[in-house]
């Protein structure tokens, strides 16, 4: 496991899983939202976008977690000895990034990219979130059939099944 990509819908656990496994396995963790996004949820130009992460998949050994544009998912694939799939049920999802944001208001701390603070963009959240469960679900699910035979496949459908991979 030198080059993993973790995938799925928000507050599903990803960066927990990503953080767990760069210290299981003494990997650097990168979260694809810093990637994205400037201060003030500006979005990355692309160009910008693409060079980095670019940059990022060819080294020898990474954790990145995150979604990003589907040409970013397919190369980072392309890339990945490990593909992680976090699958929790919508409600999951839904009521994870709630408690989030709730802290996030409440404490200022959060996991946003740097410049940005994560209850700003809650009206944003939600939409997105059921966006990516009708549309970018089931093309995952189709992605990870088709990847390479060197890459081992992980579908995470449970907290208990999360729980284990972080352990």
Same mark, same amino acid.
């Given at each position: ?5 973790? %995938? ?11 953080? /767990?496994?760069?210290?299981? @396995? ?30 990022? %998949? ?16 397919? /190369? ?8 992680? &799939? %976090? ?5 999951? &999802? ?31 959240? @939600? ?41």
């Amino acid at each position: 496991m030198k080059r993993v990509m973790i %995938i799925g819908n928000a507050a599903g656990g990803k960066s927990r899983l990503a953080r /767990a496994l760069a210290q299981k @396995y003494a990997l650097h963790h990168h979260a694809l939202d810093d990637l994205l996004w400037q201060p003030n949820w500006q979005p990355t130009p692309p160009d910008q976008f693409q060079a980095a992460h670019k940059a990022l %998949i060819a080294r020898d050994a990474w954790i990145l977690d995150g979604v990003g544009p589907w040409s970013s998912i397919t /190369a980072r694939l392309a890339r990945a000895d490990t593909f992680i &799939h %976090i699958d929790l049920p919508l409600s999951q &999802h839904l009521f994870w990034a709630t408690k989030r944001q709730i802290s996030s208001l409440l404490t200022g701390k959060d996991g946003a990219p740097q410049g940005c603070k994560l209850w700003k963009a809650s009206h944003k959240l @939600y939409p997105m979130m059921l966006w990516m469960h009708r549309e970018m679900r089931p093309k995952l699910h189709r992605l990870a059939l088709t990847a390479p035979s060197t890459c081992a496949t992980l579908h995470i459908k449970s907290r208990a099944d999360l729980a284990a991979a972080c352990h």
